[in-house]
C-alpha cells in the first residue's frame, strides 16, 4: 500500500457494533479509507449496513460467510465485530490465509483462554500482519488523561485501582447469543475485560490471582431463549491483585440506570490520586500534600473525535491510531496486541470460575489448565 492510497475494509459480523465500526470508518474517510466489503449470514443486519453503506455512497461487496471475503481479496483490514464465541474460528481462518490481512477484533479476543492462547500463537509466525484487539477504553478521553497522569508519576507508585460501572442491561443481540455463558465467556469476560485491561495498564504489573462473588439477580431472570433461562450474571464484585502487590477492584452493577455517570475509575499511588468519570468526561486529581482543599477537576476532550458515536469516540480514535499503525508498515506496533487481550480474557475467566468455586483462583490455574 502506497502512503496515500486508499486503504480497503471489510467488516466480518454487521449487528449493533459491526454497523458502529461502519459509521466510524465513514467519518475517517478524510484520512483515504473505504469500508468495500461486509461479510454476515443475517439477512436483516446486511441490510442494516448496506442502507448505511449507501448513505455514505459506498458501494459493498456481500457475503454470506468470512471465508468468501478472505478468498475474495478485495480489502486490506478486516474487523472482526461477530458474536464472541465465532471470534476464534474467524481468527484462525484469517491468520491461516495466504493473503496477508491486518485485522482489528472487537473484545474479547476470544471466549476462553485456551483459544486466546492458540491465537497469539499461531499469529507470531505471521509477520506480515498486525493484529489489534478492541479494547477501546482506552481511548475514552477521560480515561487516557487518566492514564497519562499516572505514566507522568504524579500518583507515584500505584497501589490500588478502583473500577466502578454501574449501567444498563445487556442490549438484545442478534438470536440473543449475549444472554449465555457458553456464548460469551461469561459477563466478567464479555464486559469487564475492558475494566481488567485498565486495571493492568494502570497497575503497571500482571496479574496473579482474582477473587470474585456475583450473581443474576435482576436481569434476564424472566427470559426464556429454547427452553434455557440466560446465565449471564448482572452484577459482580471483584478483587484482582498484581505481581507488584498492587490491587485492583471491580464493581460492576448491570440494573443501575439511575446513575450519573456509567464508569467511575479511581488509581491511587503513594504521593497522589486520580479519577475519572464518564459520560461526564471529568478529571480529577489531587496528592497527599495538598489535600483536598488542591484537588484540581478538568473536562477531559479530544479534538481529533470527529464521532462520538456509542463509546464517547474512543471507537474513532481506536480505528485513528490502528490506520497510523497499518500507514507506519511494522515500524509501529498495534496500541493493543494480542497478549493484551488475551491476559483481559484470562482475568475474566478467572473471576467467572472464582465464583463458580467460591475461591481465589490464580492466574496461572486459569492459563495452565482451562
Known amino acids: 500500500m502506497a502512503a496515500n492510497s486508499v486503504i480497503k475494509y471489510g467488516i466480518i459480523g454487521v449487528g449493533m457494533m459491526g454497523r458502529e465500526h461502519l459509521i466510524n470508518l465513514h467519518h475517517l474517510r478524510t484520512e483515504d479509507v473505504a469500508v468495500v466489503a461486509i461479510a454476515d449470514p443475517h439477512i436483516p443486519s446486511q441490510h442494516h449496513a448496506l442502507d448505511l453503506a449507501k448513505s455514505y455512497n459506498w458501494p459493498l461487496k456481500v457475503f454470506t460467510g468470512h471465508k468468501e471475503l478472505l478468498d ?20 484462525m481462518d484469517i491468520i491461516n490465509h495466504p493473503k496477508p490481512y491486518h485485522v482489528l477484533v472487537e473484545k474479547p479476543l476470544c471466549t476462553t483462554v485456551a483459544h486466546c492462547k492458540e491465537i497469539v500463537d499461531a499469529a507470531k509466525k505471521r509477520k506480515d500482519m498486525l493484529v489489534q484487539v478492541g479494547l477501546e477504553y482506552r481511548y475514552m478521553p477521560p480515561v487516557a488523561k487518566l492514564i497519562d497522569i499516572v505514566k507522568s508519576k504524579a500518583l507515584g507508585q500505584v497501589k490500588m485501582v478502583a473500577i466502578r460501572e454501574h ?53 434476564h431472570r424472566d427470559e426464556i431463549y429454547d427452553g434455557k433461562v440466560p446465565d449471564i450474571i448482572d452484577n459482580a464484585y471483584v478483587i484482582v491483585e498484581f505481581d507488584n502487590g498492587c490491587r485492583g477492584m471491580l464493581d460492576l452493577c448491570m440494573f443501575a440506570e439511575g446513575s450519573k455517570n456509567e464508569q467511575e475509575i479511581s488509581v491511587v499511588g503513594d504521593i497522589g490520586k486520580g479519577e475519572a468519570f ?56 498495534p496500541a493493543v496486541d494480542l497478549e493484551d487481550g488475551l491476559i483481559s480474557v484470562a482475568i475474566g475467566v478467572a473471576a467467572q470460575l472464582s465464583i463458580e468455586k467460591g475461591r481465589f483462583v490464580t492466574i496461572k490455574e486459569v492459563m495452565n489448565h482451562e
Open 167 to 219: 449501567r444498563f442491561p445487556f442490549l438484545v443481540k442478534v438470536n440473543n447469543w449475549n444472554r449465555f455463558n457458553i456464548n460469551t465467556g461469561g459477563t466478567l469476560v464479555e464486559k469487564c475485560c475492558h475494566f481488567f485491561d485498565l486495571m493492568r495498564l494502570f497497575a503497571g504489573a500482571n496479574p496473579i490471582r482474582v477473587m470474585a462473588s456475583g450473581s443474576i439477580d435482576v436481569n
Open 72 to 91: 475474495s481479496g478485495v480489502c486490506d483490514v478486516l474487523v472482526v465485530s461477530s458474536p464472541n464465541m465465532t471470534h476464534y474460528e474467524i481468527l
Open 278 to 333: 464518564v459520560p461526564e468526561s471529568i478529571v480529577n486529581f489531587g496528592t497527599r500534600a495538598a489535600g483536598r482543599a488542591g484537588v484540581e477537576s478538568s473536562k477531559a476532550e479530544d479534538d481529533r473525535i470527529k464521532y462520538d458515536g456509542l463509546h464517547h469516540g474512543s471507537s474513532y480514535l481506536e480505528h485513528l491510531n490502528f490506520l497510523y499503525a497499518i500507514r507506519a508498515k511494522g515500524e509501529k506496533a
